[in-house]
């Protein structure tokens, strides 16, 4: 089993659509979650840190299932800018190592 | 809004030949790290780099590889007898500490002829 799965997409959907990405991880003992968001041929750049209640930051919700070791990534009202690939990123068991999900790519359309 | 910086952005080497990637992390962090990525797939963990010591590698981070924090600033990833196979972009970054979230640099784009 991979370390970090998720679905790899593309996701297209219009502006204004709320969309939702899923991760699953494998390590059961990982600590710490982030969604970093990538555009082509850039840096991952983090979108935000995941915990164990829950956050949000503007439109976008973070959940945590640790029981199902899940993660989840919501975006509401999407906008042109949104369109990146989604990285779920998750600790390695050592605490060391950020290990990536092959991301989710999202394309939002006029 | 302090930043991962490295250099060069593109390199361009034969095979058979050395190269060495640099970074300069972002000053008051503790870890650093060296990721790949191969154009059109994930981004792949190579080393991580804690304490002036190697904490974690990969696979993939054989023999062929080295890192090194030559003074308080900088962090080098070496990389011996280059293969056509090791073109791919290189990014360092660096945390505070051991849970907190990473912060990339903007890649090296390594390309070997």
């Known amino acids: 089993r991979k370390e970090v799965e998720q679905d790899p997409g593309p996701f297209n959907v219009p502006e204004g659509a709320t969309v939702a990405f899923n991760c699953t991880y494998s390590?059961?003992?990982?600590?710490?979650f982030f969604w970093y968001r990538q555009d082509c041929r850039k840096e991952p750049k983090l979108l935000m840190s995941v915990y164990s209640s829950g956050n949000e930051d503007g439109r976008f919700t973070a959940q945590l299932n640790r029981a199902s070791q899940y993660i989840s990534l919501l975006i509401r009202d999407s906008k042109l800018s949104d369109s990146a690939t989604y990285l779920c990123v998750v600790n390695s068991n050592s605490g060391y190592a950020l290990n990536f999900g092959k991301g989710t790519s999202l394309l939002v359309t006029p | 809004e302090p930043e991962v910086t490295q250099t060069p952005s593109h390199q361009v080497t034969q095979m058979g030949q050395e190269v060495i990637l640099r970074c300069v992390p972002i000053?008051?962090?503790?870890?650093f790290y060296w990721y790949r990525q191969i154009l059109g797939q994930k981004v792949e963990f190579l080393v991580s780099f804690y304490n002036n010591e190697i904490s974690e590698k990969s696979e993939i981070f054989d023999d062929q590889f080295s890192v090194e924090r030559p003074d308080g600033s900088n962090f080098t990833l070496k990389i011996r007898s280059t293969k056509l196979e090791d073109s791919a972009m290189y990014f360092c970054?660096?945390?505070?500490?051991?849970?907190?979230?990473?912060?990339f640099g903007q890649g090296t784009r390594l390309t070997v002829v």
């Open positions: 390590n059961s003992a990982s600590q710490s």
């Open positions: 000053s008051n962090h503790l870890y």
């Open positions: 970054a660096s945390r505070t500490g051991g849970w907190t979230e990473a912060f």
